[in-house]
């Protein structure tokens, strides 16, 4: 068993030493991390005017959401559905099939190998910045950093069971470019990165509250602004737990469904 567990936190060390061996590329991303940030900024800054409340968000609050669910998606992001999608187009992923390992489970430590050094080497570099730039406030209470950086872990962990769910599908369709790209664009429209979830219109904020989504970007944001505090804080974070468990389910029927369907295109 001890052996098995080291053989996987291989997996995450040998991505991160990867990542590092490709680390400027992540300079140029505070870059142009820190510019979207500024262009919503200026945005909201425009419609706030002379200040008041939007969605149940101040001026300030919104300045630091922006700046938080940005920086916080250098972390969870990952391109394992585009990996899983190649390795199924190339027929590479009948060899990762005969190893004695779970092809998926190695996928979640790569992806985390990935979001480590993103976290380090990206988010909080570029959260710097930000600050720096932008006129964000950090929270204060203990409990919502903690609260922040649990749901942070999690967001990724949603994050890349939906990507994994979406590179299984290429076994099903063959060409999944398009389901990648539409799950992109849902992702981060509906998770609340380019608009808090609070500002949409009722009739699609409703729904929203029972799709994974806003367990991505828009609770721990809610978090890190101060908009949910104390014992409210857990309430949400079980949100997520209840949605990494729920997406298990598809995960692992796909991949199991997917092994017996294999049929090799190229390699």
Same mark, same amino acid.
């Given at each position: 068993m001890s052996n098995t567990l080291g053989a996987y936190i291989d997996f995450i060390r040998i991505r991160f030493l990867t990542m590092l061996a490709y680390r400027v590329n992540y300079y140029s991303g505070i870059l142009i991390y820190t510019l979207n940030i500024g262009v919503y900024y200026f945005t909201w800054k425009a419609i706030y005017g002379g200040g008041g409340e939007l969605g149940g968000f101040t001026a300030s609050q919104m300045t630091t959401y922006? +700046?938080?669910? /940005?920086?916080?998606? +250098? &972390?969870?992001f990952n391109n394992l559905d585009r990996e899983i999608s190649t390795d199924i187009r190339d027929g590479s992923i009948a060899i990762q099939f005969i190893r004695p390992y779970n092809y998926?489970?190695?996928?979640?430590?790569?992806?985390?190998?990935?979001?480590?050094?993103? &976290?380090?080497?990206?988010?909080?570099?570029?959260?710097?910045?930000?600050m720096l730039l932008y006129p964000v406030k950090l929270p204060t209470a203990p409990s919502a950093w903690a609260g922040f950086l649990v749901m942070l872990f999690f967001s990724f962990l949603i994050n890349s069971q939906l990507n994994i769910i979406t590179g299984l599908m290429a076994f099903f369709v063959e060409n999944n470019e398009g389901f990648m790209r539409m799950k992109r664009v849902v992702v981060d429209l509906f998770s609340g990165l380019i608009i808090?979830?609070?500002?949409?219109?009722? /009739? =699609?904020?409703?729904?929203?509250?029972?799709?994974?989504?806003? +367990?991505?970007?828009? =609770?721990p944001g809610s978090v890190f602004t101060g908009r949910i505090q104390g014992a409210s804080i857990w309430s949400v974070l079980g949100i997520q737990v209840v949605w &990494?468990?729920?997406?298990?389910?598809?995960?692992?029927? =796909?991949?199991?469904?997917s092994r017996r369907r294999l049929f090799v295109q190229g390699g």
């Open positions: 922006l +700046a938080v669910s /940005w920086m916080a998606r +250098a &972390f969870y998926v489970l190695v996928k979640m430590m790569q992806g985390l190998g990935e979001g480590m050094f993103r &976290f380090l080497m990206l988010m909080i570099p570029g959260m710097a910045v930000a808090p979830i609070s500002l949409f219109p009722s /009739w =699609l904020s409703g729904p929203m509250n029972y799709l994974p989504f806003q +367990a991505i970007t828009y =609770l &990494f468990v729920i997406l298990l389910i598809p995960m692992v029927w =796909l991949y199991h469904a």
